[in-house]
């Protein structure tokens, strides 16, 4: 699936006034499996009437085939022959259905008397007593059905035969059957928004992981790939579009209605969680060499919102093309923008689905944000259709693989179209500082599981998260380093063209790795696989220490509280292989393998520094002696210029890192932050605000925060005015694209902590746009900081000003900024009535409410209340949401995420208990939740005193 889904844009990118620039949120993806609670119980996936009830099932001990979640390796499917109708009217009962019908063409490999295919909430028409048809081919004899059901805890058809499938004989199994086209944005679904003033609808879908069986009854397992015939029936004047292209459409009639029926020609062999149908009302743009088309809304298409995407298409598949040496292996690509769309965007092989922000931009309201956003995204899905769609991982254990790789690459491409935004830099910032936080609990996990322990739908949805997407990326990033780029990709390449249209596991990607390796100059400590292994089997990553005055150097296991870890380390010894690079002053890079602690040259003369993990290759942190801190810092301050900007990054946030697991003095990790007052620097900057968000976040309701605010309001002025020189009195726009970005931090920094001159801009740039509402002048990628510094510094007037501009905006990026902006305000009744709002898919869709719960939870006059919201509202968002995309486990960490007191933990306990059964994806949240509110509380306890002195001392220097 596409990223964006646990780093949610518009929450990562939101200015929260008090606690400045929000770290990056993370919100993992949880499509939560309703239990038999659906909401359309006229059809959902009950038994038959015809239907004998199924054996009792016993959870724990599964006895019959049909009771496992893995299906049996008796049958392969060979193709589909799929016809879908979505009805884009509610019928009779105010439901809106689609109806259909499939037959699979299997080989029986291993003779039996099941045929066990899976089927989700689809109502099958039955004949006589069974839900299905079965016939022989090639002369193969057909036995006789003995009995059908529906098997609704492991979801499955289950068909049992008078006498067995003879292997190596051919089969097919027909079916017809009706299902509900909801809102719940998973299988096939519906999509709405307001055109003209008229509620148009899209039939839509989203298959990964496990929903393509919500569509039509199917092997529903990715190693199970088969070619599809699909067909859309469908009103006249609507576009029907799939994975291939279709053939021309032919007119029908059904039940009385003309409608047109369009076939596609058949797919490429493929899993089905690739699958997609879409039927719509929507524009184009194309391009006529290569078959690239952009869908959407007509009106967006129309006023260019598609031209951007359309415009980098080509170039990116070209770089992919390259880099893969494999040409595009479908004949036309198709990408299409979803008004409800549940993750950030999904690679369905030839028709990517997108959130709308995620596809399309304008130039005249979207940010340099929202345009990286977009070519960052589209990289990803693009990366996808080799690496993941040509070449599929057996099963979902090895999602790592598919999304760490293409997270990875996305920045390849997306800079090949960028070339100056700097994209791979900033990878370090946008992925591997963000997971190496999530990495250092004790709750994390490793990159790899066995394929034995990722069993039920709800066990795959859990590994959407993003140690799976960021770690990935970070140790194929840290690979591809130290075995070149180029060796890497000709690894890549015998890799893809081994398996194409195949399936395999993450040991066939190092076995070509090292092939290409054993071609090329490069001498390796030992093989990929011995090197890669503890990286993606272990979790966590080391700490190198390096002492350079005797040049000793070690690793061990970095843990933010390591004494919770006392007995999990009885699996792994937690060592790894480790490639140390650095430099010392004015000297060239050097490179160490790091196994057992041992001594090296790494010896300093009397006035030099040494800094180890150049550019953040390396996914560990590094610690020094107290005297390479002393001269580092020392020197930073001075002549920082000489330690590259991404290390920069790295002291900081190693630093402050060391700080919070209580391996240095926190005041070590305050003092990086000294050299700011002469940086200005995007990345940097950025570090040091997500790191002092945690002194926000557990100081912003005590007394540490005046002389806190004194301290940054002293380093954040000299950037104020830099950027106010640069921009000529904030009239013109920074050329470069980071400069962009940090112009955003010097004034959400600047206005809050009171900088001269700040809160008078933004409070004038919005009365001037609130005075001529169809006339915003304030420049794009400034929009959220102002908005939300003018709505904090405002009062209902504002508020009500921007919750009409929200609800009229029809542009989704600027949708985004104001509802995240809205949450700024200072009015506790405000914040209230907008978490009411949360319940209202009248005014917040349901696919945003649970990031705009937690951008109130955000700002901290709204986290009591986002809290006191979810604990009252648990069981209705629960049922209500729970069918569809929803992230309680993302929920539940962003409104605990100040929590650092033992009232607090106490509250945590209670919600644990209360809602034992309901907890959905969000059991592990909570465990983290629990974890990390104890952290904290030592760590205030720890550190407070300490704290206070030096931002008193550092204010009045
Ligand atoms: C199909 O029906 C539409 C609308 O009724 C009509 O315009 C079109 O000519 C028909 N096409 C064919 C091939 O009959
Ligand atoms: C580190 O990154 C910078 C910026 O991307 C790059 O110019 C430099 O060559 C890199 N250094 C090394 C040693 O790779
Ligand atoms: C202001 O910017 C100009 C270039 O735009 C530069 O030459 C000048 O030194 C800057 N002045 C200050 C005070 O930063
Ligand atoms: C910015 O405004 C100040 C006075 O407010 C003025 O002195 C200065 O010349 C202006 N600079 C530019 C580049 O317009
Ligand atoms: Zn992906």
């Known amino acids: 699936m596409g990223k964006g889904f646990y780093v949610s844009k518009p929450v990562a990118a939101v200015c929260v006034v008090l606690a400045i620039g929000a770290a990056a949120t993370i919100i993992a993806l949880s499509l939560v499996y309703a239990k038999e609670k659906s909401n359309n119980e006229g059809i959902s996936a009950t038994t038959g009437p015809n239907t004998t009830s199924s054996p009792a099932t016993t959870p724990s001990m599964p006895k019959e085939p049909w009771q496992h979640y893995r299906l049996p390796d008796s049958l392969v499917p060979i193709s589909y022959n799929v016809t879908l109708w979505p009805r884009l009217k509610p019928n009779a009962d105010q439901l809106y259905i689609f109806t259909g019908n499939s037959t699979v063409v299997f080989r029986c490999k291993r003779e039996t008397d099941l045929i066990i295919i899976h089927s989700n909430r689809l109502n099958l028409t039955t004949f006589g007593k069974h839900h299905a048809e079965l016939r ?31 292997a190596g004989s051919m089969y097919e199994l027909y079916t017809q059957f009706v299902g509900e086209l909801a809102d ?14 008229e509620k148009k609808v899209v039939a839509t879908t989203q298959m990964q992981p496990t929903d393509a069986r919500k569509a039509f009854p199917c092997f529903d397992e990715p190693a199970m790939k088969a070619v599809f015939h699909i067909t859309l029936i469908h009103p006249h004047g609507m576009e029907a579009l799939s994975n291939a292209m279709n053939y021309d459409p032919v007119n029908i009639t059904m039940d009385g209605d003309n409608m047109v029926q369009t076939s596609f020609r058949p797919t490429e062999i493929m899993s089905t969680y690739l699958l997609a149908f879409v039927v719509c009302d929507f524009g184009f743009i194309d391009t006529v060499c290569v078959q690239i088309r952009i869908w959407a809304r007509r009106k967006a298409i129309e006023e260019g919102q598609g031209n951007y995407a359309m415009e980098k298409t080509g170039p990116i598949l070209a770089f992919f093309e390259g880099y893969y040496n494999i040409s595009y292996p479908l004949d036309k690509s198709d990408q299409i923008a979803l008004p409800d769309f549940s993750a950030g965007a999904m690679e369905n092989w030839g028709l990517i689905t997108y959130r709308e922000t995620a596809l399309l931009y304008n130039p005249d309201v979207s940010s340099n944000g929202d345009k990286e956003w977009v070519a960052t995204v589209i990289s990803h899905e693009l990366a ?12 979902w ?10 997270t990875y690459v996305s920045y390849l491409g997306a800079h090949y179209a960028e070339s100056d935004w700097n994209l791979p830099d900033l990878m370090v910032l946008n992925d591997i500082i963000d997971v190496m936080a999530v990495d250092a609990l004790t709750s994390s996990h490793p990159l790899s599981s066995k394929e034995e322990d990722i069993m039920t739908p709800e066990d795959i949805s859990q590994l959407f998260d993003s140690i799976t997407y960021s770690k990935g990326a970070a140790v194929l990033r840290m690979l591809s380093d130290f075995i070149t780029e180029d060796v890497f990709s000709k690894g890549l390449h015998t890799y893809l063209e081994e398996f194409k249209y195949k399936n395999t596991v993450y040991t066939d990607l190092w076995r070509h790795l090292q092939m290409a390796v054993n071609k090329s100059s490069i001498e390796l400590p030992h093989n990929v696989e011995d090197i890669m292994n503890p990286w993606i089997l272990q979790m966590g990553f080391p700490l190198v220490t390096i002492n350079s005055q005797t040049g000793q150097i070690s690793q061990k296991h970095f843990l933010l509280d390591s004494k919770l870890a006392v007995d999990m380390h009885s699996e792994f010894n937690y060592e790894w292989i480790v490639p140390v690079t650095w430099i010392k002053t004015g000297g060239p890079e050097q490179q160490y393998w790091l196994v057992a602690s041992t001594n090296t040259d790494m010896v300093l003369g009397t006035d030099d520094w040494l800094v180890a993990n150049i550019n953040m290759t390396g996914y560990y942190r590094v610690n020094y002696d107290s005297e390479n801190w002393k001269r580092l810092l020392a020197n930073s301050l001075f002549t920082f210029q000489e330690i590259p ?20 003095n926190i005041t070590l990790a ?6 700011l007052a002469k940086e200005v620097e995007y990345m940097p900057w950025k570090t040091a605000i997500s790191n002092l968000n945690y002194f926000f976040l557990m100081f912003d309701r005590s007394e540490v925060y005046g002389p806190m605010q004194a301290y940054l309001n002293k380093q954040v002025t000299p950037l104020f005015n830099y950027f106010k020189n640069i921009t000529e009195n904030w009239t013109k726009i920074p050329d470069k694209h980071t400069d962009q970005y940090n112009q955003v931090n010097a004034i959400s920094l600047s206005c809050s902590t009171g900088v001269e001159g700040c809160q008078d801009l933004t409070r004038r740039w919005f009365r001037e746009w609130m005075e001529t509402p169809a006339n915003n002048l304030i ?17 209902v007037k504002e508020w009500d000003f921007a919750w009409k501009m929200y609800k009229n905006a029809t542009i989704a990026s600027e949708a985004d900024k104001l509802m995240s902006a809205l949450s700024c305000t200072r009015q506790p009744w405000l914040l209230n009535r907008y978490l009411q709002y949360c319940l209202d898919p009248e005014k917040i869709r349901k696919q945003d409410a649970a990031s705009t719960i937690l951008i109130i939870a955000n700002n901290p006059i709204g986290q009591p209340l986002a809290w006191d919201f979810i604990r009252a509202n648990w069981d209705h968002l629960f049922n209500y949401y729970g069918g569809g995309a929803f992230s309680f486990g993302g929920l539940i960490s962003g409104v605990t995420e100040r929590f650092s007191t033992e009232f607090e933990h106490k509250q945590l306990l209670q919600f644990k208990e209360d809602h034992a059964e309901q907890l959905g994806s969000g059991v592990s949240a909570l465990e983290q939740a629990l974890e990390t509110t104890q952290a904290n509380m030592k760590w205030v306890a720890t550190n407070k005193n300490e704290v206070l002195d030096w931002f008193n001392g550092e204010a009045s220097v």
């Open 670 to 675: 305050l003092e990086t932050t000294k050299f």
């Open 397 to 406: 254990n090895d999602l790592w693989l598919n999304e760490g790789f293409a």
């Open 184 to 197: 719940d944005l998973g299988g096939f679904y519906r999509s709405e928004y307001m055109e003209d003033g």
């Open 136 to 166: 022989g081919l090639d002369g193969a004899a057909v036995p006789g059905l003995r009995k059908t059901w529906l098997e609704v805890p492991t979801q499955y058809l289950v068909v049992q035969l008078e006498s067995p499938l003879l």
């Open 384 to 395: 996808h259709m080799w690496f993941g769609n040509l070449v599929t991982t057996r099963w």
């Open 779 to 795: 420049s794009p990628n400034l929009r959220s900081t102002v908005y939300c510094n003018a709505i904090a510094a405002g009062g």
């Open 645 to 664: 900007v991404i290390n920069r990054v790295q002291i900081i946030d190693d630093a402050f890192n060391l700080a919070r697991a209580k391996i240095v």
